[in-house]
Each structure stands twice: as structure tokens, then as C-alpha cells.
């Protein structure tokens, strides 16, 4: 009368300790699995591989202290870790992967999709180094029902399958999921999605700190409610959609946020309709085809502009510098721009000076993802130049410096 749910299973918790090594194969169900809780302490070596269903799962959540945890699953709808409670990482290496197909789940009569780390309530990483990548239609590298919190460590999540299916029968791959809010306190995250939103909260998304890059062809980044960002660095790159999106309102009140968007009608920064950009503070730049986010001089606290027709080739630095020629940062260019909208703003900036940007083919400092602040260039070839006027706080727009002929394509600055 017993449950056979695992190669290896228990009716309470299961305490990995020490520094012996384990190797669980599953062809029928999961691989390890727990009716209370998992607890995986330094020391210990656990490898998991699952043909048939999860790799590691638990009721009542998984804790991970420390150690080396390497999981991989194949099966259709599997997930490598799969809580039906919370999921706390505290320190070591646990590496999850996942390659197999969404399909129609009878029980829950909804399609659903594979995921590498899965918790059905919260997940917290204190630290540690997480690696996580599903590579099926459909599938997530780490996804949660509720919140997600990271204070620390690092995470690489991949995934790099398609969307399945369309309509009420799909399933969306995304990198990073949360269905409640997501917070960064720290750490360092790397999200990478091939056909949908590298990293998406259907919650507010709030950064206090660490540092983000996010890439997808889809939006780097989009959060259903509000946007903030108080410090950290914030990178995300998209090749067809925008770069950041806000649903609600959009809060930069310090750190850095660079973000490049498709052309055409795509941005670098997107709030929701009847929403604002507020900028208070730290270093923006966005780029894309068009300027989108809703700025006054009620939303700003520190000067902004927005500025338009801006051509650059993809690997030249552009540049935002003083009048005097002193870079205030620069930034590489992961596409080629023709015409571009950028909005732009920084704690350097005061509200009378006047201020260019340019292009150089190299420039050298402590770089993240390709910004640099107060950069070292071979000089810089400018695209044009504008003023602040003395009383203007989120401008859109400057006082004077139209595009010049020849270099930064036709229009001007507005």
C-alpha cells in the first residue's frame, strides 16, 4: 500500500548532508521526491537525471544550503525541481535543465510546459549560483506562482525553445516568470528568452540593488504592474520588441538602466497607456524607433531629454558627454540604429548645460554589458548637442543643437 512516487521517496523530509556523492535515474516516475521537504546541505554531490517525469520534487519545499545539485529532465510538462510549496537557495551550485515538450495535461485540463526550477508559492535566493535552461517549446527556466526574491548569488537562466502552440492552447518560454511581484536585491542575473519575455513578473518588478542583463526577441523585460528601480545595473537588449515594459508606471530613481529596443514602432522604454516615466534620479539611456514612455515636468526630478533621428552602426561606442568634450558614459552598441529615438537622462546633467552625444570606435573603464561610465575614448565624432533650459525638468527635448547634416541622418531633435 505504499506510494512508489520516486526512485527514491519518502513519506517525511529528505536530509542530504555530508560529502558522499549520489546518482538517481528515473524511467517511470520522478527521480527524488519527498511528501514533506527536501534539504540539501554543503558537501553534498547529487545527480538526477528523469526520462518520465521530475527530477527533484517536493511537497512541503526545498532548501539548498549549499553543495552541488546537477538535475536534467526529459519528459513532456516535466520540471527538474518542482516544488508544490516554496523553493530557498542559500548557497552552492544547483544546475537544472530541461529539454522536453508542452503538452496537454488531462488532470488539469490546461496546457502546460517543462521548467527547470518550479515552485507553486515563493522562491527566495540568498545566494549561491543557480543555472537553469529549457530548450522545449513552451518552456521556462524558472517560474513561480507567487513572488521571487533575490538577495543575493547569481543566476543564468536560459530558454531557448519556441512558444507552443496559439491562443487558449499555448504556452509561452520565458527565462524568468514570477506570477506575483519580483524583487532584486542583489546579485548578478542573466535571463535569456528566444521567442518570449526574458524576464516577466505579472506583479510589480522593484531592483534595489545588483545587477540585471536581460535579452529576447520579445521585451527584455516587462512587468504587468509598476517598474522601479532604485539602484544596480540594468541591461536589456531586444531584437524585436521593446526593451523594458512597464504596464503601469515606470520609477528610475537611481543605479543605471540602459536599454535598446527593435525599430520601427518599438521602444526602449515602454509604460502602460495613461502611465508616466518618472526619472529621479541615476543614469538613463533607451533607444529604439520611437520614444514612447510619458514625461513632464511633474514626473522628473533630475534633467531629461528626448531626442530623435540618431543613426549609429552596430559595435561603435555612442557617447553622452559634457560640452566640454568629458564623456559622462558611453555606451556599445549591440545593433545598428537609423533614425532612432533615444531618451536619455543623468544625476550629472544640470538643468541649464548644454550637452552632446557622439560616437567613438573604442572606449575603455570598468564595463557592464557595454556601458561605461566616464569613459576613456579615442575621441568622439558628434551627432549633435542640446541646452537645458534653466527651468526645465523632464524635458522632452532640448533648446537648440538640431541633427547635423551628414552624421546623424535627417530631423532634428525635439
Known amino acids: 500500500g505504499e506510494d512508489m512516487k520516486a526512485t ?30 527536501l534539504y540539501i546541505r554543503p558537501g553534498s554531490n547529487i545527480y538526477v537525471k528523469s526520462t518520465t517525469n521530475h527530477g527533484m520534487k517536493a511537497n512541503d519545499g526545498i ?51 517543462c521548467a527547470a526550477i518550479k515552485a507553486d508559492s515563493i522562491m527566495v535566493v540568498n545566494g549561491g549560483e543557480v543555472l537553469a535552461k529549457s530548450t522545449g517549446q513552451g518552456g521556462k527556466a524558472i517560474s513561480t506562482d507567487q513572488t521571487l526574491t ?34 532584486i536585491n542583489g546579485g548578478l542575473i542573466m535571463a535569456r528568452a528566444s521567442a518570449h519575455e526574458a524576464i516577466e513578473t505579472k506583479g510589480n518588478l522593484l531592483v534595489n540593488n545588483g545587477d540585471i542583463a536581460a535579452y529576447s526577441s520579445d521585451d527584455a523585460i516587462n512587468a504587468a504592474g509598476n517598474l522601479t528601480i532604485n539602484d544596480g545595473r540594468v541591461y ?25 529596443g527593435a525599430t520601427g514602432a518599438e521602444t526602449g522604454i515602454d509604460v502602460g497607456e495613461q502611465y508616466s516615466l518618472y ?35 552596430s559595435g561603435t561606442y555612442l557617447t553622452v558627454n559634457e560640452s566640454d568634450g568629458t564623456c559622462l558614459f558611453a555606451v556599445k552598441m549591440p545593433r545598428a540604429y537609423s533614425g532612432a529615438a533615444m531618451e536619455v537622462s543623468s ?62 541622418g535627417p530631423g532634428g531633435w525635439h
Open 279 to 313: 526619472v529621479n534620479g541615476g543614469t538613463l539611456l533607451g533607444m529604439g524607433g520611437r520614444a514612447d514612455a510619458s514625461v513632464s515636468t511633474s514626473t522628473c526630478k533630475q534633467p531629461y531629454a528626448s531626442l530623435s533621428g540618431i543613426s549609429v552602426n
Open 8 to 37: 527514491l521517496f519518502s513519506e517525511g523530509k529528505l536530509d542530504f548532508s555530508g560529502k558522499g556523492t549520489l546518482q538517481v535515474y528515473s524511467n517511470c516516475k520522478n527521480g527524488i521526491a519527498s511528501d514533506d521537504y
Open 63 to 113: 532548501i539548498v544550503r549549499g553543495g552541488v545539485v546537477n538535475v536534467e529532465v526529459s519528459a513532456a510538462m516535466a520540471k527538474a525541481i518542482k516544488s508544490d510549496a516554496y523553493i530557498q537557495i542559500d548557497g552552492g551550485r544547483v544546475t537544472a535543465i530541461t529539454t522536453g515538450a508542452s503538452a496537454y495535461d488531462s488532470d488539469d485540463q490546461e496546457y502546460k510546459g
Open 150 to 183: 533575490v538577495n543575493g548569488g547569481t543566476i543564468k537562466a536560459i530558454a531557448s525553445g519556441n512558444n507552443y502552440g496559439s491562443g487558449n492552447n499555448s504556452v509561452a518560454a520565458k527565462a524568468i516568470k514570477a506570477d506575483g511581484d519580483l524583487t
Open 236 to 260: 536589456c537588449y531586444s531584437t524585436g520588441n521593446d526593451g523594458i515594459d512597464a504596464n503601469k508606471h515606470m520609477y528610475v530613481n537611481g543605479g543605471v538602466l540602459v536599454t535598446f
Open 347 to 408: 544625476s550629472a546633467f544640470s538643468s541649464s548645460g548644454t550637452y552632446t552625444i557622439g560616437t567613438a570606435t573604442s572606449a575603455s573603464g570598468d564595463e557592464f554589458f557595454g556601458y561605461i561610465a566616464n569613459a576613456e575614448t579615442d575621441g568622439t565624432s558628434s551627432l549633435g548637442s542640446w541646452t537645458f533650459s534653466s527651468n526645465v525638468y523632464g524635458s522632452t527635448g532640448g533648446n537648440g543643437g538640431g541633427m547635423p547634416g551628414g552624421g546623424g
